[in-house]
């Protein structure tokens, strides 16, 4: 089992539509929970960024972790054409960072 | 403030050359790492520094490759001989620490081995 598992996609939606991302994730010493997005020919950029279980809001996105069930997920509401990329979970604990290998999301207009 | 520049943003050689990526990261970070995308493996990390110092290079495929970062402001990715598997996208990120911080990703290096 890979420490990092995570549906590829492509997940295809209409604008506006409610967005769900998850990733499982297997060591239990993980504590630190981040989720980054990436556009075509670009590099990976920080999108939320949380620590231990719990929800964290910031605008459109909502992180949420579930440690117990060792499951995360971000939530885009609203969605819009611009949040079209691929989304790339990672997370860590005193470890670099294990990433996941990324959904593919692409939002009709 | 900027953000990690690596150069080249493209490669495009012939198998067997040698290959020089370069990135120069974050002020006042003092990890750096060197990754691999492929659409087939997805990110895949190669090497870590410390305070410039080597920690783990167990991700590094084989001895073709070698990573050095003499300064705080500068590390390069060097393979050598180049070969047509090792084309892919390669990243630098930096943090302010190893574990438990986020990274910051350049714009990555892509390259292609003919």
């Known amino acids: 089992q890979k420490e990092v598992e995570q549906d590829p996609g492509p997940l295809s939606v209409p604008e506006g539509a409610i967005v769900s991302l998850n990733c499982t994730y297997s060591?239990?010493?993980?504590?630190?929970f981040m989720w980054y997005r990436q556009y075509s020919r670009k590099g990976p950029e920080l999108l939320m960024y949380?620590?231990?279980?719990g929800n964290k809001e910031d605008g459109r996105f909502t992180a949420q972790v579930d440690k117990s069930s060792k499951y995360i997920s971000l939530f885009i509401r609203d969605s819009q054409p611009s949040d079209s990329a691929t989304y790339l979970c990672?997370?860590?604990?005193?470890?670099?960072?294990?990433f996941g290998k990324g959904t593919r999301l692409s939002v009709i207009a | 403030d900027a953000g990690v520049i690596q150069s080249p943003r493209h490669e495009v050689t012939e198998m067997g050359q040698e290959v020089t990526l370069r990135c120069k990261p974050i002020?006042?970070?003092?990890?750096l790492f060197w990754y691999r995308q492929t659409m087939m493996r997805g990110l895949e990390l190669l090497i870590y520094?410390?305070?410039?110092?080597?920690?783990?290079d167990s991700g590094m495929p084989e001895d073709r490759f070698s990573a050095k970062m003499p300064n705080a402001s500068f590390s390069t990715l060097k393979i050598q001989p180049s070969e047509p598997r090792d084309s892919a996208v390669y990243f630098c990120?930096?943090?302010?620490?190893?574990?438990?911080?986020?990274?910051?990703f350049g714009d990555g290096t892509r390259l292609s081995i003919l």
């Open positions: 990120a930096s943090s302010t620490d190893i574990s438990n911080q986020p990274q910051h």
């Open positions: 060591n239990s010493a993980f504590q630190y």
């Open positions: 949380t620590y231990s279980s």
């Open positions: 990672a997370m860590n604990g005193n470890t670099p960072l294990v």
């Open positions: 002020s006042g970070h003092n990890s």
């Open positions: 520094f410390n305070n410039n110092v080597p920690i783990d």
